[in-house]
């Protein structure tokens, strides 16, 4: 039951409040859905619409991460435990979708596409990096169908608008590709996985905004803001998958393990082409090398079909995208500082 008092509504009581409408609580309240269909789940987003920040699909990559293409999960060519591990989790996030899919409660055309993940590299150094990355790779059985080609006409087949009058330098240049790589629309992806919980005994709740979470004798207490006013609502657990935002509502929670967290700007400038017979050459993910001295995460990319993207990492571009500080600070990325303590699931 609903009560309303004059400063504050308190929302019926919850077993899980999952702060934030994004892939991160979509993933879990789905799950726990699923396992504990009697749980009262409550999804409390501040945007009117779910997936409006990192998962929607204009805001990220939308690369299904499995390793293929990632230079920065393999500095060292000879090691490919890191690659292999993305592609094992990555494995993992698809047996889900398919248990899914086989109960009638996800549509995977609505939401993953197969792609071909490649990567083009020039010069000499980078040439041997990537022959040495690819021989270490296909002896592994996750990436045993890897190709690979020295042969400008061979990339020009790949990826043909890599190569379009681009000058023969004679420069050395490689490229790799795997041929099942994915496409993942995480925006819809989010509102499916949002529908299993709504379905269930859970609750969506867009235009709320919570600003304060305090341990109770017995949980927590979840304090914020919507249009129509405060509210609170009290909750055995809470999950915090608030973007850029979680790490200030951890601190304010005062759990210790919010130390050695740290934000971690990250953003891009995504180039989108919508001339058609443009689009249909270009059918793969094309991810380059980083410039020495660059972050890990400034590779540029090549979407299929419709879009590029150049990764940056300086908070002054990021700010400069931003239409005020308050959505620059939202829209950073919560990553782990020198300390690490917990991994995150989702990596750009
Ligand atoms: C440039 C770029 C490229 C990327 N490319 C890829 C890629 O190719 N593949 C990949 O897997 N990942 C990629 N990522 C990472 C991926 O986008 C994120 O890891 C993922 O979307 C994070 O999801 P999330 O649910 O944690 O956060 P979000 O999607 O940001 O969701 C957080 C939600 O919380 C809400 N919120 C914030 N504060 C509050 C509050 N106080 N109260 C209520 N709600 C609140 C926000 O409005 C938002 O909807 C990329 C990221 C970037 C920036």
Redesign the pocket.
């Known amino acids: 039951m609903t009560t309303h008092t004059a400063s504050s509504t308190s929302l019926p009581a919850a077993d899980v409040v999952l702060?934030?409408?994004?892939?991160?609580?979509a993933t879990l309240g789905s799950m726990l859905a699923l396992l504990e269909p009697q749980w009262r789940i409550l999804m409390?987003?501040?945007?009117e619409d779910?997936?409006?920040?990192?998962?929607d699909p204009w805001?990220?990559?939308?690369?299904?991460?499995s390793g293929f293409c990632e230079l920065n999960y393999m500095p060292d060519p000879d090691d490919g435990s890191k690659a292999a591990s993305i592609a094992e989790q990555f494995h993992l996030c698809r047996q889900w979708w398919a248990h899914l899919v086989r109960l009638g409660l996800l549509e995977p055309n609505e939401f993953i596409h197969p792609s071909t993940h490649m990567n083009l590299v020039f010069g000499a150094e980078d040439v041997a990096y990537l022959r040495a990355r690819v021989t270490t790779l296909r002896a592994d059985p996750l990436f045993a169908d890897m190709e690979y080609t020295e042969d400008p006409e061979v990339i020009a087949e790949w990826a043909p608008l890599t190569m379009d009058g681009r000058p023969d330098t004679g420069e050395p240049m490689a490229a790799a590709r795997h041929p099942r790589g994915t496409d993942?629309d995480?925006g819809a992806l989010t509102r499916a996985l949002t529908r299993i919980i709504a379905s269930a005994s859970g609750e969506v709740r867009t235009g709320?905004?919570?600003?304060g979470l305090n341990r109770t004798g017995t949980g927590w207490q979840i304090t914020?803001a919507s249009p129509a006013g405060r509210f609170r609502v009290r909750a055995k657990t809470v999950f915090v998958?608030?973007?850029?935002?979680a790490l200030r509502?951890l601190q304010k929670a005062k759990v210790p393990e919010v130390r050695g967290y740290a934000v971690l700007p990250?953003?891009?400038a995504f180039y989108r082409c919508s001339t058609p017979a443009v689009v249909a050459r270009h059918q793969a993910k094309v991810y380059g090398q980083a410039d020495v001295g660059a972050a890990p995460r400034s590779t540029s990319r090549r979407r299929a079909g419709a879009s590029a993207?150049r990764?940056v990492s300086d908070l002054q571009h990021e700010a400069a995208q931003a239409r005020s500080t308050h959505r620059f600070l939202?829209h950073t990325?919560v990553g782990q500082s020198a300390r690490p303590r917990r991994g995150?699931c989702?990596?750009?």
């Not at 702060?19 to 609580?25: E, H």
């Not at 409390?44 to 945007?47: D, M, P």
């Not at 779910?50 to 998962?55: G, H, N, Q, R």
């Open positions: 702060i934030g409408g994004g892939i991160m609580s409390l987003e501040r945007a779910l997936a409006a920040e990192s998962s805001n990220n990559a939308g690369t299904g991460h993942i995480f709320h905004e919570v600003n914020g998958g608030a973007g850029g935002f509502l990250v953003g891009a993207l990764p939202h990325a995150r989702a990596e750009s």
